[in-house]
Structures are given as C-alpha cells and as structure tokens.
C-alpha cells in the first residue's frame, strides 16, 4: 500500500469539503458534471457517479465527513479524470478484507469498496489507523 | 428555521388500489429512509395493495438506495402489498449489476403502464 499523491502537472479542477449528507448530493452532481465535460457516455458518467457516491458514504458514515478533490491528467498514458477522497477518521484495520467481495452475501465488510474499483479504470487506496483513510478513482476519457 | 429545497418529502398519491410515488430529486440516504418508512405507513393508513415507484428520473443508484428500494419490498409484501419499480434508466441498470447488487424480489417494468398492469395481474392472481 503506497501513499497517495498527486502528480503537479494534474489540473485541478475543484475541491470540496463534506459535511453532511446534501454535500453528497452536491459533489455527486459536480462529478457527474465534470464526466459530461469529458464527454463521457451516458453509461460511464453513471459509472462514476455512483462509485464515488459509494466513497462519500463511507467517508460521511464511518469518518465523519472529509474533502474530495477532483483533478484531471495524464495517467498510464490515458487522460483521466481523477478523484480523491481524503478522510481524517478512523482509517481501515484490514483494507485487504475491506476490499474482499463478499458485498451482496453480506460476508464482506459491506463498504462498497470492491463495488466501486469495478467500476472505475483505476482504483488506490491508503489507509493507516487512527490517521485517515485516502481513495483515489480514476477514469480515463 | 432551515427551509431546505432538498428536505421536502416525496409525494405519495393513491388511485384505486394503488400507490404512486415518483421519485423526482436526487435521493440523500436519509431522504431514501424516510421515503420508504412513509411508504409502509401509507401501505398500512390506505391498505394499498400494490405500489408503483418510478425511478425514470434517478439517474444513479447506489448500493444504499438498492438496498433501500430491495428492502422496502420485502417489507410491503409482509404487509400484502406488492412493489414495482418502473423505468430504470438502461445505464443505471448497468451500473447496479456490476456495482454487484442484487435487488431479490423486486419486481421491475418498463414504464408506469406496464408496471401497473403487473400489479393488477398480481392482484386478480391472487384473488382468483
């Protein structure tokens, strides 16, 4: 697990904080904003909308809210828009089992998180207990 | 006083035997708890037989709002009222199912007619 940074060539096109559940609402719709901007399908805007709904969820429920970050650039060779969700909460003891599929039969830890990597083209993750949990999804256009 | 656009509830008409509820903003996970509690009291105030929810202008559903529309179902049909979800948008359909959800028991159409011609199929089955 590597901690999460961002590259300073990356535009960054918006940061917002959440606190409560309508800035959910809000940051879900400037997301889907900025697919359309990047000319994303109908399908792949949807993709990551809902994915990173997922993200604030954990970040509204389990760490009492945080910042996303949403940048653009170049990734793999592939414009991406890239999103980052920085919490300060309790972070994640076992990110491997966090990260299990187990979701639907209620085995896994239920965060979503699987859900959300499947739908996107590249899915990191940093977390350290007592300090934070950072999610980064990126899509490329 | 906090007069928010988002905190307003979701209407609930009934015709005949039957809800309608139309889901026309963008849902916030307490907004969705509070929809479905207000569904099971309707079910339970009118004796409902069936309801129609028409997702045509959602345009994501997350894991929390399927387990929302999912759980609410199975809770109606406790109460003898049978759920369908109507006009779930193609790319929303996607997303869920490799999102990996599973809605068992959730009753889906195509659009609000067909939906409630599966009702009334539902029901005359039922009495018959």
Known sequence: MQEIISD????????????????????????????????????????????????????????????????????????????TCIDKGPGIENVELAMSDGYTSGMGMGYGLPGAKRLVDKFEIYSEPQKGTTVRIMKWK | MNLDIHDKKIPIIKIRDFLIVSIQVDMHDKL?????????????????????????????????IGRMLSGMASMAAIMDAAVVIVGMQPAVAITLVELGLEMPGVDTALDMEKGMEMLEKKLREKES
């Open chain 1, 8 to 83: 300073k060539n990356w535009n960054k096109l918006g940061i917002y904080p959440i606190v409560d559940e309508h800035d959910i609402v809000k940051v879900r719709s400037i997301v889907r904003q900025h697919a359309k901007d990047f000319r994303m399908g109908i399908v792949e805007q949807t993709r990551i909308t809902t994915a990173i709904s997922e993200l604030l969820r954990n970040m509204y429920n389990y760490a009492n809210g945080g910042d996303v970050v949403i940048e653009s650039g170049d990734i793999e060779e592939h414009n991406a828009l890239i999103i």
């Open chain 2, 32 to 64: 969705a708890v509070q929809l479905q509690s207000q569904i099971l009291h309707e079910i339970e105030r009118t004796g409902a037989k069936g309801v129609l929810i028409d997702i045509s202008v959602l345009e994501m559903v997350d894991s929390f």
